[in-house]
């Protein structure tokens, strides 16, 4: 069973704040990870992806990888009111019969205060 | 370009009888998924397809159906429906190729049945 947990929120951090959004995941071969966000009533949307260890930006997101210790985190910097949804984890195994499937995590809800 | 549609956007079933939920996308990608979201349990994986003609169950596939009619389209199938496939339903599609798997949603169906 390949497992991905997430902090179990809800998250709420005030207008421009740094918001952190973490990710485990068990299957230690594991390729790829996706950080999918989710408003309200509406499907998911990729925001980052990451494959190689260390950081990766884009604009206001960073996200960061440690495969030593499957781990991969979200960082959402200066966040906003319309930041505020709920951040999917997702994990690709990347190989075998599982080509192309993701698992995902229950997600965590971020809420952005003004 | 749509992107990846379903249809229909609501319904409501009794118990017992059966529906079938359309799903097709235009980006001429080999794999598609049928994924159900219930309240605080992320994403479940109920079957998907590698490629047309293949199919393979997720996590969840017992009272589903499925047929990778095409390229384009693959339909989910509940033959006797149970409260319990109360749900919100997506779909989604994804090109193969190393290491971005990156899936693209559909807008989703939500199914009450009763």
């Known amino acids: 069973q390949k497992e991905v947990e997430q902090n179990s929120g809800p998250l709420s951090v005030p207008e421009g704040a740094i918001a952190s959004l973490n990710c485990t995941y068990s299957?230690?071969?594991?390729?790829?990870f996706f950080w999918y966000r989710q408003y309200s009533g509406k499907s998911p949307e990729l925001i980052m992806f990451i494959y190689s260890n260390g950081d990766k930006e884009d604009g206001r997101f960073t996200a960061q990888l440690n495969k030593a210790s499957q781990y991969v985190s979200l960082l959402i910097r200066d966040s906003q009111p319309s930041d505020s949804a709920t951040y999917l984890c997702a994990v690709n195994p990347g190989r075998g019969s599982t080509l192309g499937r993701l698992y995902f995590g229950r997600g965590t809800q971020l809420t952005v205060w003004p | 370009n749509a992107g990846v549609t379903q249809t229909p956007k609501f319904q409501v079933l009794k118990t017992g009888q059966s529906m079938t939920l359309q799903c097709a996308q235009d980006m001429n990608h080999n794999s598609m998924y049928w994924y159900r979201q219930d309240p605080g349990m992320g994403l479940r994986l109920i079957y998907y397809s590698a490629s047309e003609g293949t199919t393979d169950k997720g996590e969840v596939p017992n009272g589903y159906n499925v047929s990778r009619l095409n390229k384009r389209e693959f339909s989910l199938r509940l033959e006797s429906a149970a409260p319990s496939q109360t749900s919100v339903y997506f779909c989604?599609?994804?090109?193969?190729?190393?290491?971005?798997?990156?899936?693209?949603f559909g807008p989703g169906t939500r199914l009450t049945v009763t």
């Open positions: 299957d230690r071969g594991s390729q790829s």
């Open positions: 989604a599609s994804s090109e193969e190729g190393v290491p971005n798997y990156e899936q693209y």
